[in-house]
């Protein structure tokens, strides 16, 4: 959708520069209060200062115990920072990842993602990746392997490393994320205290005067995308009316793509959103975070071949022909989710994703690949991903280094035909 099927007005303006806004919020949220050797960013609890420059890590996969965020991988443990690049360059330090699939996306405070480092761009040795604000005019240092200039003050830096079991090999990614530092190009701590500006527990349609305040601020620090021209700001009376519409409007209009067979996807950026406001607007509210499709796509299902809601009252399988395997650079996996809540679904083989590195995964005679997905076992060669007795479930694709035919949305896409 392009910016002529975009409401005129204030509501124009709201889905224009909601991203810049949800990405504030997620700095707040998900930025530390505490560094390691420096303490607290400030002394009270309540108080929005937090540290940028400083990488937070998880050390073990989700499971269905963890409920902060909806629709996760059972693939990956994470790597997240913020950059702020208002005071100079930030050199980020990377290990030798060895033959490990890893990634950090590094995304702009409009939610575009604009550049990676990690296995499919620049490899697995290791690197120092110098990042610096579109105001920043000195000399590289030597050592430094990779540039990035970056559209503007902000940078959030997601990182995804593979695991493969909770025991040695995620000690080794526990390892390799120590090994990862932010740093100043003389090599000191990048560390910064900032003022976040918000309550991060707050999730719902902000006030008018806050978002008025907060993306005002926001904009000295990352200046509208090239190509796109703002109205701002906005008479907060107006404001004020067309933010909780907006908000409403894309938690209701959820239009993914549809790739036919019951498969939809919902995002499908690469670098850059460009005009798409609506849609740019839309996973900034609902996806938050989305790596561009070269790194990444999620093809979901939540109805079977007839169209029918998934449900675990009844049997599915999922059957990939042979030679019409799903085509990827890195691996893919397929995860079960409740639709109650979005969250793992708790079963007796603690098994919440299945995929082409999931132990004693059994092809046909023929070459083909049948998983079966239902609430009971369906018996021993099986490939099981369990369901949710009696619940309604979704399934996720998970196409990591996807090849042409996903991108180009030539690959077809067997439909889950009830059993």
């Known amino acids: ?142 050592g430094i392997t990779q540039t990035v200039a970056a559209p503007g003050d902000d940078v959030w830096l997601i990182g995804r490393h593979l695991v493969e079991d909770d025991g040695e090999d995620a000690a080794r990614v526990r390892n390799a994320q120590r090994a990862m530092r932010l740093v100043r190009p003389d090599g000191s701590d990048a560390a910064m205290r900032v003022d ?70 919902p995002v499908m950026v690469k670098t850059h959103w460009g005009d798409d406001h609506l849609t740019r607007a839309r996973i900034a509210r609902n996806f938050i975070g989305a790596l561009g499709v070269e790194e990444a796509m999620y093809p979901t299902a939540e109805v079977d071949a007839r169209g029918a809601p998934l449900d675990g009252s009844r049997r599915y399988a999922l059957r990939f022909a042979p030679g019409k395997g799903l085509k990827v650079g890195a691996f893919w996996s397929l995860t079960m989710y409740r639709r109650s809540d979005c969250l793992f679904v708790a079963n007796p083989i603690d098994r919440y994703s299945i ?14 690949l049948v998983i079966r997905l239902q609430a009971d076992d369906p018996g021993p060669g099986a490939n099981w991903l369990p369901a949710p007795s009696g619940e309604p479930f979704y399934v996720v694709l998970r196409l990591y280094q996807p090849h042409a035919d996903h991108l180009e949305l030539r690959f077809d896409y067997p439909p889950i035909e009830p059993v």
């Open 355 to 368: 995929g082409d590195r999931t132990p004693g995964l059994r092809h046909d005679p023929d070459g083909g």
């Open 196 to 265: 976040t500006w918000l309550d991060a527990r707050d999730t719902g349609a902000p006030a008018a005067a806050p978002y008025l305040a907060i993306v005002s601020a926001a904009l000295r620090r990352n200046p509208v995308p090239v190509g796109e021209t703002l109205a701002w700001p906005p008479m907060e009376a107006e404001l004020a009316t067309a933010l909780p519409a907006v908000y409403e409007r894309l938690r209701t209009g959820n239009q993914p793509h549809d790739l036919g067979g019951g498969w939809a996807i």
């Open 1 to 142: 959708m392009t910016n002529a099927a975009i409401p005129r007005g204030c509501e124009d303006v709201v889905i224009q520069t909601l991203p810049l806004f949800e990405m504030m919020r997620m700095r707040a949220a998900t930025t530390a209060r505490r560094h390691p050797v420096l303490g607290f960013a400030a002394p009270d609890p309540a108080s929005a200062m937090r540290w940028v420059n400083q990488f937070t890590h998880t050390h073990r996969r989700l499971g269905p115990q963890d409920r902060e965020v909806v629709s996760p991988n059972n693939d990956t443990v994470y790597s997240n920072a913020w950059l702020d690049l208002c005071e100079g360059p930030v050199v980020i330090e990377t290990p030798d990842m060895g033959e490990r699939y890893w990634t950090l996306g590094l995304l702009d405070a409009w939610t575009n993602p604009f550049a990676y480092v990690g296995r499919r761009t620049t490899g697995n040795r290791p690197q120092r990746t110098l990042v610096h604000g579109p105001g920043w005019r000195g000399a590289v240092p030597s």
